[in-house]
């Protein structure tokens, strides 16, 4: 076999890559003596065949789709000799392929490779005298140090016939971190039944990070997420690193975080405000290279890529996010790059360059890097076609945003191609820019998560964090922040997040400022702390920022019916308060929280309302005490309540507390050092300002539900017990309360603006609850009808502002940022200036709307809109329509998901956000969405029926029955009619259910 030339390697290339090779594809290779085409090394690697037919985003944990292995080639090299490792466990006793396998990594002395394998239950291999296959995926290791590359042995070390174990990687010293949806931790068990927590979707069981020793034996859950822990890697320095789902309200992507392996000091790394969607598969680039301190990862949206995105280097050694460096020898932005000469889409939609997913930098000292990369390619009349060979009218077709769902349907051209991911060797030198094609897969499959089969370092064990035995056997951890007013060069916890309002007479601003002490520091100013905590100085009384509320998601429970109905027209999940604590004059607060558990934490101005929405779950193991530095700080750098600063103690703070201070302490940790009843949180807003007396001393605020100094101020209606705050209990009851002439259902009972009452909507939730959280329909003024705009190819009613705002737009505490919460108090907050034109304030003739509600009703209301305006935030709460369902989840594989995707996903799919702003993609109040994986649609589709006994009334059968669907559809017949047989084949398996109930 004779060796390619330098021209001739180019153009072989093109071949594959069509369009995309004419500029991503060059050639510098060389022979081996054998004939084989090279890669400028001989390095032998393994990746994973994957079927095409199979649906993969980064919202789908564990896809699986029949047909797949675990594929071994010689050397890097097209015309290397290829193996196929796993064929004798992905056959069935028919001996059909059915099995598949993914995610290798090889271990450190380059001797062994650990993966997951789903290989079918009816498999006759053994393992030890028994079955090898359970049908699960389970992690396996292949032991090449004795046989050799192709002769090696396996083992399986996990064997689990109920969970899902992916994405392996070696620990050093021994032992593995791998991504499973075991949940030890997290599932609740009732009886003999299991409950599962699904993502943030209410699709997934969540998959979180877990570790076991070598054997596959101790297996332990270290990440506690509401969504998705994915593609676990070790750094050098030993630490786990990963890409975790962050979705809560606003916030739909995927950032990378970092752990130690005991699952203790985990925090971002990067990713959570920068450019782009979903930061996956992350790598560290060679220690020993040009890019050292760097992270390779593909960025890509939620869905609709396959999984597909742009090539990122990111600078994690100089930069916490894009625009956030660590130190002022780099410039202000610059923490990632695209390292391809042209840039491939991150987005959804045509990317005419290709597209890359699950890179892996080789650490050989040519910071070259294996990928997987598919070539631009749409269908015409059912052919697949390189992009190159599309016409103008046909590019402009499929970029053309104002095309309708039917008629992109019906155009010859769609962009629907297989993912046809080969394996190339990339090399990022601007000199280079090199794409060498190095394995192509065979028709219907891919190749993707290339690895190199070489040694490497294996760094040191992490060492344990030390813990606190007294509180790990509460199961308790602790949090302590040194300032909340520590934040970043955005402002995401400063004077941005006020309002004039908020500020007494005499502050011209809430938060005094200085410039920072540290020479490095990037920021131009930063929290003034000393004047902050100075009662003598007038900045003392004039940040409105009192408590820090605590709460834990309550994950979905897979299995379970009208789920939506009962969370309600929100991106949040159900929330519990766990409890307040005081914020001290510097900012600080120090509490204890449960272990294990998903919390957020958001800053209470004076009144009880948010000022600023944590977006992402936070967790301690237990005994663990974690310090922040601030809220939303920079992350890197010194807290600046240290130093000179946090020892600075002015003269005017009460002297017996001031004191006892410790050097080295905030006024928290001072406070709870010598009162630890302090750290235990209160399910009341209580703050006494201990560090000033007279005059200088901040206003006490008493905020309860009952026992009030004013009993005028308690709730007559129920009282929310264990944190949860339910609509139709707590809220609703506010509306009707008899309040003689001022009773809010005394006027607000008109329909056509503003209707509080009771009564049972379409959706089964009562009529205010809508009316609150949906805006109106925008009437068009030349017609008289509702205006309309096309989004992802379907038509929508545009409606304006509503009263409650519930998507946190810019981490905006939700009930500052919401009309209704403006008008209750009677203050110009955080609302948007359409939220003020659409509900503008009460005529003069109308009662003060400000006195109307008493303190603890202000309360209700104002931590309802914090939450995130669920409908029931306890699920299991008397009234809740959740249900255990006993609806079979094969009769949907078989019956219902092929017409759900045929006639549903297209329109039904994952969007995410970008960057700081936080502004979401098209589709955004998308809550029924369809992924493609069978488990995922079950139990999202579960969500939608209300009722099994009748199923017309539920949404999953109402909504797409009712012409127009979607709401803003004009002249379309109903996508499902009632009565055809695709509704009465979904009507039939709803019925089912009411049979066994």
């Known amino acids: 076999m004779r060796t390619l030339t330098h021209k001739q390697g180019r153009i072989a290339a093109f071949g594959l890559a069509a369009v995309a090779a004419a500029v991503l594809v060059g050639c510098s290779g060389g022979s081996t003596g054998d004939g084989a085409v090279t890669v400028e090394g001989n390095v032998p690697i393994v990746y994973a065949k994957r079927s095409t037919a199979m649906t993969i985003n980064p919202t789908n944990g564990s896809p699986f789709a029949p047909g797949g292995d675990l594929i071994l080639r010689e ?165 786990i690193m990963f890409s975790r789902w962050e979705h809560a309200g606003i916030r739909n992507r995927f950032a990378i975080f970092r752990v130690k392996p005991d699952g203790t000091d985990m925090f971002v790394l990067y990713g959570s405000q920068s450019p782009g969607n979903s930061f996956l598969h992350p790598r560290e680039m060679d220690p020993a290279g040009k890019y050292k301190g760097f ?31 660590a130190n002022k020898t780099v410039s202000a932005t610059g923490g990632q790059a695209e390292v391809t000469e042209k840039a491939l889409n991150q987005n959804r939609g045509l990317s005419p360059y290709g597209r890359i997913t699950t890179p892996y930098p080789l650490w050989d000292g040519t910071d070259r890097v294996l990928l ?99 509180l790990a056997a ?114 600080s607060f120090k509490l204890h929280v449960p272990a294990d558990t998903p919390i957020g934490l958001t800053v209470i101005d004076n009144k009880g309302r948010g000022v600023q929405t944590h977006l992402n779950w936070i967790q301690v193991r237990p005994g663990e005490r974690r310090t922040c530095l601030g809220c939303h700080s920079p992350r890197r750098g010194a807290s600046i309540n240290s130093g000179t600063v946090v020892d600075t103690l002015p003269a005017a703070l009460n002297s ?62 129920a009282v929310p017990t264990d944190g949860f705050v339910n609509y139709p209990d707590h809220v609703q009851p506010l509306w009707t309360r008899d309040r003689g002439a001022n009773t809010c259902t005394n006027c607000h009972t008109d329909p056509a603006k503003l209707d509080l ?109 914090d939450l995130g305006g669920q409908y029931y935030n306890n699920l299991a709460a008397n009234g809740s329509p959740v249900r255990v369902a006993r609806l079979s989840q094969t009769v949907f594989e078989s019956d219902v998901f092929p017409i759900l995707q045929s006639d549903c996903a297209s329109c039904h799919q994952p969007n995410g956000n970008s960057g700081a702003a936080q502004t979401a993609q098209s589709f955004a109040d998308n809550r029924f969405v369809l992924a493609g994986s069978v488990e995922g649609d079950y139990n999202v589709t579960l969500t939608m029926i209300s009722d099994v006994c009748n199923g017309p009334s539920s949404a999953l059968l109402r909504r797409p029955s009712t012409a127009p669907h979607p709401s803003g559809a004009t002249g379309s017949a109903a996508p499902l009619p009632a009565g055809s047989a695709k509704y009465n084949t979904i009507a039939s398996w709803i019925a089912s259910g009411c049979q066994t109930q």
């Open 474 to 587: 509460q199961g308790l951890g602790e949090i302590e922040v040194r300032s909340v007013y520590d934040t970043d060069g955005l402002e995401r916890n400063g004077e941005t997040m006020l309002a004039a309002s908020d500020l007494p007479a005499g502050c011209s601003a809430g938060i005094a400022k200085t410039a920072p002490l540290s020479a490095a520091d990037t920021r131009a100013q930063v929290a003034d702390l000393r004047r902050l905590k100075d009662p003598a100085d007038a900045a003392y009384g004039c940040s409105p920022m009192r408590f820090i509320r605590a709460t834990r998601v309550v994950g979905p429970q897979a299995g379970s019916t009208a789920m939506r109905e009962a969370i309600g027209e929100t991106d949040f999940e159900p929330q519990q308060i766990l409890g307040y604590a005081p914020i001290e004059p510097d900012g």
């Open 295 to 325: 992270v390779s990862s593909d960025l890509m949206a939620l869905s609709r890529t396959q999984e597909g995105g742009s090539l990122m280097f990111i600078d994690a050694a100089n930069y916490s996010e894009h625009n956030t460096p």
């Open 656 to 717: 017996a507390l001031a004191s006892q201070h410790q050097s080295g302490e905030t006024l928290a940790s001072t406070r709870t050092r010598l009162d630890a009843s302090r750290l235990v949180m209160s399910t009341d807003m209580e703050f006494t300002d201990v560090w000033a007396t007279g005059t200088s001393a901040r206003a006490p605020v008493t905020i309860r539900y009952t026992g009030n100094a004013n009993a005028a101020d308690d709730l007559r209606t």
């Open 757 to 865: 009452r009771g009564t049972i909507s379409g959706t089964g939730r009562v009529t205010s609850y809508e009316e609150l959280v949906l805006g109106d329909p925008v009437i068009d003024p030349a017609t008289g009808l509702p205006q309309t705009r096309l989004r992802d190819g379907e038509p929508e009613i545009v409606r304006g502002a509503a009263l409650v705002e519930t998507m946190a737009p810019g981490v905006f505490g939700m009930a500052r940022s919401s009309r209704l919460g403006e008008i209750i108090f009677g203050e110009n907050l955080k609302a948007s200036a359409a939220a003020r034109s659409a509900h503008p304030n009460p005529p003069a003739s109308a009662p003060d709307h400000s006195t109307m509600l008493n303190l603890a009703e202000k309360r209700v209301v104002s931590e309802w809109m």
């Open 75 to 239: 050397k890097a090299s097209p015309s290397a000799p290829e193996h196929n490792l796993t064929s004798q466990f992905t056959r069935d006793a028919q001996g059909v392929a059915n099995g598949d396998a993914s995610d290798p990594e090889v271990s450190y002395d380059g001797k062994k490779i650990v993966f997951t394998m789903r290989c079918p239950a009816t498999n006759p291999a053994t393992v030890d005298g028994a079955p090898a296959c359970t049908g699960r995926w389970n992690i396996w290791e292949y032991d090449m140090s004795t046989g050799g590359l192709t002769g090696g042995s396996f083992r399986r070390l996990t064997a689990s016939t109920t969970d899902d174990d992916v994405d392996p990687a070696y620990l050093p010293g021994g032992g593995f971190v791998f991504s499973s949806n075991r949940q030890g931790l997290t599932k609740t068990v009732q009886g003999n039944q299991t409950f599962y927590a699904l993502d943030e979707y209410e699709r997934e069981r969540v998959l979180q990070l877990h570790t076991m020793d070598k054997d596959g034996g101790a297996i332990t859950q270290i990440s506690v997420n509401a969504s998705h822990d994915r593609n676990p890697v070790v750094r050098s320095n030993g630490e």
């Open 372 to 470: 997987a990369y598919r070539p631009c390619e749409v269908t015409r009349n059912g052919t697949v076609i390189p992009c190159a060979n599309l016409t103008a009218a046909e590019r402009a077709s499929l970029e053309d945003e104002t095309m309708s769902r039917a008629e992109r349907a019906a155009a010859a051209v769609q962009d629907n191609a297989p993912a046809a991911y080969s394996i190339y060797m990339f090399d990022p030198d601007p000199a280079k820019q090199t794409f060498l094609p190095v394995a192509t897969p065979p028709a219907g499959f891919m190749y993707v998560d290339p690895v190199a089969i070489a040694k490497r370092d294996e760094p040191n064990a992490t060492a344990p964090t030390s813990v606190d035995a007294a």
